[in-house]
């Protein structure tokens, strides 16, 4: 029997966050994701947690396999980020991270759409909190980008829920496949999430404009809570195989020519994140077996990689390739952590990456997919140019740029030392990864065809590397803005602001006038219904008269008339009553008038029923 939801154990932990002071805070930091590890370890399969409310049943509590595998990783890389970030003051900022955490836990094992969609809005809005924590100028613009984006996905989702709920009569959360508009819609709202194809823009520009600490939460949690939910309602569907494999190849590019080492890892992300995807739409047993263990190790060494840029960050005030060069001299050990996770990433045997990236690669081959398993070759020779040539050599082993300086934090040292002994110890011991996988699993990765082809891979890719950089093709690294396609939203968004705030800001004045008036005359209305109707009457009447002649007793009922008629005016223009001279009807007669009309419309609809 479970007793807690890890979310509520997060998210109390959260709130309690500001009580604490000094080493107590610090004690109490790691506490809680270390209860929040062994709640989630000691989870049964089954149905937990599930409330009524009204006609619907919420189920907080759904307990397999597929959803374990992530909940493990969840909690036990919430435990590495809060060691990484004890230094961190700013208690807003770990709260929005303890809730991020929950929140992806939480959308991990919901068993229906409805409490899905409430901790996917909730992961949108702390991870917010968490780039804007920077509390600068450009990640104040990034976070708000990232909020409007991913309100955008979510209003996606939502209307594919209702939709859905609509033809189906069920909320619960399963397979769905690509039929109908419904899916379809749903379908984008993940992948908004997934940072698909012309939807990835939000990722690099938001990950590196926050903390040091705050990118590593960042990295693991909202990308690969939209891996697990497409792996959950959309598994087997082809157009995935093709999202995935484009999404693998086209990272590569930008992260080349990138400055901003931050912005080369979220590009690598992206990379990454492609094979996972790949992996869900061939939908096979080891496909999807690749793609959990994929997803658990690239939390892994995709943190480790941000936690070495984020102590380079914290230690020298400097991210860009350009500015940076020779500090293994004065960081040795983040160097070594920093080269573990490029190597992992980009699949070296003995690694993570190399036991789950080949199980998708493998799949791909199995299933007769020749032109996306070339595809996946090519980004992984990509991933080993731009990661482990790219980022560990010009931070660390490049020319010297004459910055000299210390080792993090020993418990930034810590954290980074755990994530590296978790790359190179489920590289080495695959059998305990494979053991916790949704399916049985039928594959060793270490044969001497799949380390042979792995190994000549690398080598042939850095042999390249070294040719173009030898002949002066490889492009110089240089200080530039790269435009993607968030560009073009850019654009089109200042066109929208400034129509906005011209021709429908006049359009919206305009309309407001208008019911304000006939606010305006309903009021006087109300308040002598006769008023009107007798000024329009009595108005005639005298017009006929003054055109056949207007005696004395006439002159003064016009005089009269003339009195109203700017008596309303005035009412008009102001909404207020000048002098008390001008007779009203009493309120009753109003009240009277309401009822009839009241009882007219009455007998109309009770003659349309019979």
Not at 337 to 360: D, E, Q, R, W, Y
Not at 455 to 482: C, D, H, K, W
């Amino acid at each position: 029997m479970i007793s807690v939801p890890p979310v509520l154990i997060l998210t109390i932990g959260a709130f309690l966050i500001p009580l604490f002071k000094g080493q107590v805070r610090t004690v109490f930091l790691i506490t809680v994701p270390v209860v929040t590890i062994l709640d989630v370890f000691s989870m049964k399969e089954g149905i937990y947690w599930v409330v009524n409310i009204l006609d619907y049943s919420l189920t907080f509590g759904r307990v397999d396999r597929l959803s374990l595998v992530f909940g493990y990783i969840f909690s036990i890389i919430t435990l590495i980020n809060t060691i990484y970030s004890l230094h961190v003051k700013d208690n807003g900022h770990l709260m929005a991270g303890f809730i991020y955490a929950g929140s992806a836990l939480g959308a991990v094992f919901s068993g229906d759409f409805i409490s899905l969609f409430i901790f996917w809005e909730v992961m949108a809005f702390s991870a917010a909190y968490i780039v804007w924590s920077r509390r600068t100028k450009a990640s104040e613009d990034a976070g708000m980008r990232y909020l409007l984006v991913h309100i955008f996905g979510g209003l996606l989702l939502l209307g594919g829920i209702v939709i859905h709920y609509q033809d189906t009569g069920s909320l619960a959360f399963n397979y769905i496949g690509l039929d109908g508009v419904a899916s379809w819609l749903i379908l984008l709202g993940f992948g908004i999430n997934a940072a698909f194809p012309l939807l990835h823009a939000w990722l690099p520009d938001a990950y590196p404009e926050s903390t040091p600490t705050g990118t590593v939460f960042l990295s693991a949690f909202t990308t690969k809570t939209a891996v697990y939910v497409l792996a959950r309602a959309f598994p087997g569907t082809e157009l995935l195989i093709y999202v995935g494999a484009i999404m693998t190849a086209f990272p590569i590019f930008y992260a080349v020519i990138e400055n901003d080492l931050r912005k080369v890892l979220s590009y690598s992300l992206i990379n990454q994140v492609g094979f996972m995807v790949v992996g869900i739409g061939i939908g096979t047993q080891l496909s999807i077996n690749g793609t959990a263990a994929h997803a658990f190790n690239h939390i892994l060494y995709k943190a480790l990689l941000f936690m070495s840029m984020g102590a380079v960050l914290h230690q020298t005030g400097k991210i860009n390739a350009t500015d940076l060069g020779g500090l293994y001299k004065s960081m040795p050990m983040t160097a070594l952590f920093c080269s573990i996770g490029a190597a992992s990433i980009s699949g070296v045997p003995l690694t993570n990456g190399f036991i789950s990236k080949s199980m998708i690669v493998s799949a791909t081959g199995e299933g007769g997919l020749l032109l996306i398993w070339f595809a996946l070759k090519f980004a992984s020779a990509g991933v080993f140019h731009y990661l482990v040539i790219k980022v560990p050599f010009f931070a660390f082993f490049s020319h010297d740029s004459g910055i000299r300086t210390t080792e993090p934090p020993r418990h930034m040292l810590i954290a980074m030392g755990i994530a590296a002994f978790l790359c190179i110890f489920t590289g080495v011991f695959p059998g305990l990864l494979y053991s916790i996988l949704p399916y049985p699993v039928d594959y060793e990765p270490y044969t001497g065809a799949h380390v042979i082809d792995q190994l000549q891979l690398l080598a042939f890719s850095a042999l390249a590397v070294t040719l173009l950089m030898m002949s002066g093709i490889y492009p110089a690294e240089q200080r530039a803005i790269n435009l993607d396609i968030d560009f073009t939203y850019r654009k089109l968004g200042g066109l929208f602001m400034r129509f906005c705030k011209g021709p429908l800001a006049n359009i919206r004045n305009a309309m407001a006038r208008t019911s304000s008036n006939v606010v305006r005359a309903s009021i006087r209305f109300a308040s002598d219904p006769l008023l009107i109707p007798e000024l329009v009457f009595k108005g005639a009447y005298l017009g006929v008269k003054k055109a056949l002649g207007v005696s004395q007793k006439n002159e003064q009922e016009v005089i009269t008339l003339e009195k109203k008629i700017e008596y309303l005016k005035a009412l008009r223009d102001t909404g207020r009553y000048y002098g008390t001279e001008m007779p009203r009807r009493p309120l009753g007669l109003g009240v009277l008038i309401a009822y009839g009309l009241i009882f007219f419309y009455l007998m109309i609809y009770m003659f349309k029923l019979f």
